[in-house]
């Protein structure tokens, strides 16, 4: 297996291509992960919910981390992390080209549906009337790794970019006292 | 679409069936997401990293959110949250049983060679020997949600525990005035 970090425009490629992400937010240090749907526009990462704790958590706190992973197999996988700023988007005309690309983006899809935040507030107060709350997150960093399976086979020696996989779980079994 | 609440039994019923999840720690109100490889054995979760960020963290600031979820369909998913306590498991005689834990449920499947974290870890330090941090969540509360299909079909009007697919749609399209 080979483990790059990801560059920029491949972490913002994985964005553009991925729809569903777990959500970060944080209140008096306490985190709280949720899955969200979402799109990025190649600028931002838009969204919308319902009012509920992650609105109310973020709105006191807009300080947010959205996480994307994908595992095809053992060695082949990879995962995005951004930190970012949430920023809501109401119903006012300065919002309105936001809230337009949320329509674009999201709605038009009708892509949301599982949204399980959504749906069970939607449940809950027996509504299909629930006035959607669309919110955008700027981009602060991000970070991304990729594993990818060995193409051609060299001896561990020269091995210095891939990681054997079995040594090293026979590594970690002989520092916990398994193996001799 | 049919969503309910699920009952503590069906979240640790939940937990005990997936093995990837995502942990939100924070500092300084800054909440970090990443996903993990973990194990339930009914009382905590467990898992295993290498030092980095994560472990840093929550050193810190011990108050962890770990999120799983599984989209069969658009009406059919679950989504578990689980509010804890993370709590490092040292190579010290007093750990050793919950140590031991870790070995049997996580590291004996070998199916950690995923992680991310841990494999991005090693590649950057060039080893494969770098000692792993055990450490186990102690579960505070946790919420779940699941959604099933609809099992037979009513009219709308009689349908209060379901959700009508279109009608919520435009009802928000209606909301963005997209629709009359």
């Keep these: 297996m080979f483990i790059h970090k990801m560059t920029d425009d491949e972490c913002r490629s994985a964005l553009q291509k991925a729809s569903v992400g777990r959500l970060g937010c944080a209140r008096d240090n306490q985190p709280y992960v949720v899955p969200i749907y979402?799109?990025?526009?190649?600028?931002?990462?838009?969204?919308?919910?319902?009012?509920?704790?992650?609105?109310?958590?973020?709105?006191?706190?807009?300080?947010?981390?959205?996480?994307?992973d994908e595992r095809i197999s053992q060695n082949q996988w990879m995962s995005v992390i951004v930190f970012?700023?949430?920023?809501?988007?109401?119903?006012?005309?300065?919002?309105?080209?936001?809230?337009?690309?949320?329509?674009?983006l999201l709605l038009r899809r009708r892509a949301m549906w599982w949204e399980p935040a959504y749906m069970s507030d939607m449940h809950r107060n027996g509504s299909h009337s629930i006035l959607p709350v669309f919110y955008r997150i700027q981009i602060g960093r991000m970070t991304g790794h990729r594993a990818t399976p060995d193409i051609v086979e060299v001896p561990a020696q020269e091995a210095t970019h891939l990681i054997g996989k079995e040594s090293w779980v026979d590594s970690i079994l002989r520092h916990i006292g398994m193996k001799n």
Excluded at 58 to 68: G, K, T, Y
Excluded at 87 to 101: I, T, V
């Design 38 to 68: 979402f799109a990025f526009d190649g600028e931002h990462l838009y969204g919308f919910t319902t009012l509920g704790q992650k609105i109310e958590w973020m709105r006191a706190n807009p300080q947010v981390c959205l996480e994307i």
């Design 84 to 104: 970012g700023r949430y920023e809501e988007l109401p119903d006012e005309p300065q919002y309105e080209p936001a809230r337009m690309k949320v329509h674009q």
